[in-house]
T-cell receptor
């Protein structure tokens, strides 16, 4: 496809379960970002990947959150032992390079609900 | 640290009237500034960006924004609003030379254009 895709679009889970969210960036984009958007709030940075460089994990809220990226393609965001405060829309974005001025292209998001 | 303030949670304007959505920022050094729009049940879409040069930036769908360094502002404007412009608008910033690659977003402003 032409855009960033994310799966699943919706995920409902029980407190304490692990979840895995997937992002397929635009082909050829070397930079990939994960954000979290809580209801009625702005986007909160989670993690950034650029090529083979070490990821910028400075936005991850706790050690229950982790993410991986295979080369310059798919990324997965894993949340272990989910809590109700993890409920949010998780957005993935990619950009052509990691340069500051390149605009980011966003996927539709995964809406996570933790019961 | 970098931050963005969008002082208005909601802006209401009549169709055909000019609109302004306000944004101020704080960043070390020179900024890169962005506006994104989020339509219901859709991902964020890039509208425009300021990198350098002309302070008035033109973007998609007839939107423009003016960079004002002395006031640290980057207000979004459109001369004549359309009902279809109704959406959630986010301003974002990152420092040109330092800091994390990911964007820092404002909390968003909901634009409601009345017919």
């Amino acid at each position: 496809g032409a855009g960033v895709s994310q799966s699943p679009s919706n995920k409902v889970t029980e407190k304490g379960k692990d979840v895995e969210l997937r992002c397929d960036p635009i082909s050829g984009h070397t930079a990939l970002y994960w954000y979290r958007q809580r209801l009625g709030q702005g986007l909160e940075f989670l993690i950034y990947f650029q090529g083979n460089s070490a990821p910028d994990k400075s936005g991850l809220p706790s050690d229950r959150f982790s993410a991986e990226r295979t080369g310059e393609s798919v990324s997965t965001l894993t949340i272990q032992r989910t809590q109700q405060e993890d409920s949010a829309v998780y957005l993935c974005a990619s950009s052509l390079f990691g340069s500051s001025y390149n605009e980011q292209f966003f996927g539709p998001g995964t809406r996570l609900t933790v019961l | 640290a970098q931050s963005v303030a969008q002082p208005e949670d909601q802006v209401n304007v009549a169709e055909g009237n000019p609109l302004t959505v306000k944004c101020t920022y704080s960043v070390s050094g020179n900024p890169y500034l962005f506006w994104y729009v989020q339509y219901p049940n859709r991902g964020l879409q890039f509208l425009l960006k300021y990198i350098t040069g002309d302070n008035l930036v033109k973007g998609s769908y007839g939107f423009e924004a003016e960079f004002n360094k002395s006031q640290t502002s980057f207000h979004l404007k459109k001369p004549s609003a359309l009902v279809s412009d109704s959406a959630l608008y986010f301003c974002a910033v990152r420092a040109m030379d330092t800091g994390r690659r990911a964007l820092t977003f404002g909390s968003g402003t909901r634009l409601q254009v009345q017919p």
